[in-house]
């Protein structure tokens, strides 16, 4: 397995790039993992429950797994989240021909 992505209650979907996780000295994702759903097996994150559970709320939506694997980690947790009010707000920013300072770096 190249890739686990699996969808959270909140609608956001949770994406590990198994590839960079066998060479991760920290094994982060599974210490910080609040809900305890991920474990570590043959050296890669797994879920421990179901993708039906973790659907119902067992992710707690917590960030923690992608923010401790960006610093601590390889940077093999992406979470994206639906915010269609932020995209909304971010055009209208763009027609007034303003650019957020975090867009600009």
Not at 4 to 14: A, D, H, R, S, Y
Not at 20 to 43: D, L
Not at 84 to 91: N, Q, V, W
Request: charged residues 30%.
């Amino acid at each position: 397995m190249q890739t686990l992505k699996f969808e959270v209650l909140g609608g956001g979907i949770i994406t590990i790039d198994t590839k960079k996780c066998k060479q991760c000295p920290s094994k982060i994702c599974e210490k910080v993992c609040q809900g305890k759903f991920i474990k570590i097996e043959e050296e890669i994150p797994t879920l421990s429950s179901s993708l039906e559970a973790i659907k119902r709320g067992e992710c707690v939506e917590c960030l923690a797994c992608e923010l401790d694997c960006e610093f601590y980690g390889r940077k093999a947790i992406k979470i994206v989240y639906p915010m269609p009010e932020l995209e909304e707000y971010l055009h209208r920013l763009e027609k007034k021909k303003i650019k957020p300072v975090w867009m600009s770096v």
